[in-house]
Structures are given as structure tokens and as C-alpha cells.
């Protein structure tokens, strides 16, 4: 696993994983400034990673970063979402409605 990255110039967080062969793969999520807090609007797995349970670490490291940095997030995404449902402890990362 790599470090999650903000890849500023494309609107969007990445972080590669290692898929079953050992091969480094990508999740990333694509994101809009609102001015709320930041939109996650799509999660996406390479497909080599799919099922793995990377995606659900994607989130993890990304609801860190988002601590760490004081970035609210307004989930946007049916996974990003989904994810902070099962999630209740990541709450209080949720940007209050605009």
C-alpha cells in the first residue's frame, strides 16, 4: 500500500495497493471544492482490486487525511456515502448541508 496522495492538478486523491499478483493497482476518488467542504464525487478501483476490501482502506486513509488536514467532506458518491454509513465514527468529517 502506498501513501494516499492529492493529486491537486487532476481533482483527486490516489493510493495504490498491491493486487493478488503483487502488481501496484490504483483507487482514487475524484473531488469538487463546494463551499461546504470538499465533494467526493466518484470512488473507483482499478478492477484487479475490486472486491479486495481496498476500496474500503481508500476511505480510511482518505477520512485520516481529511482529519488531519481539516477538510470537511460532503459525500457525493454512492460508495463514499455508503462508506460513512457504515462508518457512524467518521461523522463528525461530514460538511453541514450548504
Known amino acids: 500500500m502506498s501513501d494516499l496522495r492529492d493529486v491537486t ?26 463551499v ?22 481508500f476511505m480510511q486513509s482518505l477520512a485520516d487525511h481529511a482529519r488531519k488536514e481539516a477538510i470537511k467532506l460532503v459525500p457525493v458518491c454512492g460508495y463514499a456515502a455508503a462508506w460513512f454509513r457504515r462508518h457512524p465514527n467518521e461523522a463528525d468529517l461530514l460538511a453541514s448541508p450548504a
Request: hydrophobic share 35%.
Open 9 to 34: 492538478e487532476r481533482r483527486r486523491y490516489e493510493q495504490g495497493f498491491a493486487d493478488a499478483d503483487g502488481v501496484m493497482r490504483c483507487v482514487w476518488a475524484d473531488y469538487a471544492d463546494r
Open 36 to 57: 461546504n467542504g470538499r465533494a467526493i464525487l466518484h470512488v473507483e478501483a482499478e478492477p484487479q482490486l475490486r472486491g479486495t476490501g481496498a476500496s474500503g482502506r
